[in-house]
C-alpha cells in the first residue's frame, strides 16, 4: 500500500514571480507576512517583490539564520502576530522556507515548538488552522516550496523536521531568475541538496512509482546541469533545470528519505554551520555503498536507472562520479575537509538514528553501521 499525493500548485518559469498576486488571492491570503533573510533582501529581491504586490505587506521577518532555530521561530511570529498578517510569502532558501511554515503553525495552535515535531508526535496536533503559506525559493535545492515538511534546530540542540500536510505551501513559484545571483558555492551546494534528495527518495522501499518518476527525471536534470549553473551562473537553461530538478526532488520525497539525510540532520544539529548539501554531498558515496547490499526485493535495478539517469555507462561508478562532481564544483568532499572531528561520531550516530529518514533507507542501519560511513565520509 501507498499514499501518492501531488497537491502544490507550481507557477514555474523566468517572470513567475509576477503572479503571486493571484496566488495570495487563492490562497486567501490579504496581509502577507514576508518571511526571508538578510542576504535576499541584500540582493534587492525584497523590493523587487514588494513591488509586484498589490498590497503592501503587512510585515517582513529578514533575520532567518542559515539553520533556522527555535528562537528565531518565536521572534518571527511575535512579529507576525504583531502585524495582524493572515498568511506567509516565504521568499529565500531552505531556510527561510522553512521557518515560514514553523511560524505558520506556530502563530496559529499554542505550546512549545518541540511539541510539533514529527518524532514527538506533532503530526496529529499540527491542524487546519495553519496559516497559508506562499513559497518563492531563492535557491534550487531543498524543493521546501512543495515539502510538507519543515527542519528546524530546536533550543535543547536537536534538529527535528515538523511534517504535516498542513504545511505543504498553497503555491509554489518557482523562478529560475531568482536564482542567478546565487554565488557558486551555495549553487553547487545546493545543487548537490537536489541531487541527494532524488538518489535517496528513490531508493526508499516505498511504493509509489509517480514518485520515482519524478526522481529519475529530476537526476536526469540535475547531474547534466550543476556543473554549468555553477561554473556559468548566468546560464539561464542550466539555471531553469536545476530549479525544476530541485522542485522535482522534493515532490518525489513525500516518499521519504534515508541515511544521507539522517547522518546529514544529525550533524547539522550539532554544527549549525555546516551547509546542509554539503554534508550530503560527502555522505552520499558511503551510504550509496552500504545501500548496494539493500534486499533485491527493494534494490532491484535501481542503481543501473540512477547510472542511466546520470548518464553513466557502467553502474559501478556512480560513487566515484559523486565524489569526483562534488570536487569539481568545488565542495570539500571529505568530513576531515570541514574541520569535523571524529570525537563527534558517537553524537552523530545517536542523532541519526532517531532521524525520521532513518527509516526509510533501503536497508537498515545499525549504530556500527553508521560509523562506518562516517569513517568512510571522514
Ligand atoms: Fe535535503
Not at 21 to 33: D, V, W
Request: contains cysteine; aromatic residues 6%; negative net charge.
Amino acid at each position: 500500500m501507498g499514499l501518492i499525493n501531488y497537491v502544490t500548485r507550481v507557477q514555474f518559469g523566468f517572470g513567475a514571480l509576477e503572479t503571486v498576486n493571484e496566488e495570495l488571492k487563492l490562497a486567501g491570503i490579504a496581509r502577507p507576512f514576508i518571511v526571508t533573510d538578510k542576504g535576499v533582501r541584500g540582493l534587492g529581491l525584497i523590493d523587487q517583490l514588494t513591488a509586484i504586490l498589490s498590497t503592501p505587506p503587512a510585515g517582513i521577518y529578514d533575520e532567518t539564520p542559515g539553520n533556522p532555530n527555535e528562537a528565531a521561530v518565536r521572534a518571527a511570529t511575535a512579529l507576525f502576530r504583531q502585524a495582524g498578517a493572515d498568511g506567509i510569502v516565504a521568499i529565500g532558501g531552505g531556510s527561510s522556507l522553512d521557518l515560514a511554515k514553523a511560524v505558520a503553525v506556530m502563530a496559529a495552535h499554542e505550546g512549545a515548538l518541540k511539541i510539533f515535531a514529527a518524532i514527538e508526535g506533532g503530526l496529529e496536533k499540527i491542524t487546519a488552522r495553519t496559516f497559508p503559506t506562499i513559497a518563492i525559493p531563492t535557491t534550487a535545492g531543498t524543493g521546501s516550496e512543495v515539502g510538507r515538511g519543515a527542519i528546524l534546530i530546536l533550543d535543547d540542540g536537536r534538529k527535528v523536521g515538523l511534517l504535516s500536510p498542513y504545511l505543504v505551501p498553497r503555491a509554489a513559484i518557482v523562478d529560475p531568475a531568482l536564482t542567478l545571483s546565487l554565488p557558486p558555492m551555495l549553487t553547487a551546494a545546493t545543487g548537490m541538496d537536489a541531487i541527494s534528495h532524488c538518489i535517496e527518495t528513490y531508493l526508499a522501499p516505498s511504493f509509489n512509482p509517480p514518485a520515482d518518476g519524478i526522481a529519475l527525471e529530476g537526476l536526469r536534470r540535475s547531474w547534466a546541469n550543476i556543473r554549468v549553473a555553477s561554473e556559468n551562473p548566468d546560464n539561464r537553461d542550466a539555471r531553469a533545470n536545476m530549479a525544476i530538478a530541485a522542485t522535482m526532488g522534493a515532490m518525489a520525497f513525500q516518499k521519504g528519505l534515508g541515511c544521507v539525510h539522517s547522518l546529514s540532520h544529525a550533524l547539522g544539529g550539532i554544527n549549525p554551520r555546516l551547509h546542509h548539501g554539503t554534508l550530503n554531498a560527502i555522505f552520499m558515496p558511503a551510504v550509496l555503498r552500504f545501500n548496494r547490499a539493500a534486499p533485491a526485493s527493494i534494490a532491484q535495478d535501481k542503481f543501473t536507472r540512477i547510472a542511466l539517469a546520470m548518464g553513466l555507462g557502467s553502474s559501478d561508478a556512480v560513487e566515484s562520479e559523486i565524489t569526483d562532481m562534488t570536487r569539481a564544483i568545488g565542495l570539500p568532499a571529505r568530513l576531515s575537509e570541514l574541520g569535523v572531528t571524529r570525537d563527534l561520531f558517537d553524537r552523530i550516530v545517536a542523532g541519526a538514528l532517531a532521524d525520521h529518514s532513518h527509516k526509510t533507507n533501503p536497508r537498515e542501519a545499525s549504530g556500527e553501521d553508521y560509523l562506518a560511513m562516517l569513517e568512510a565520509s571522514f
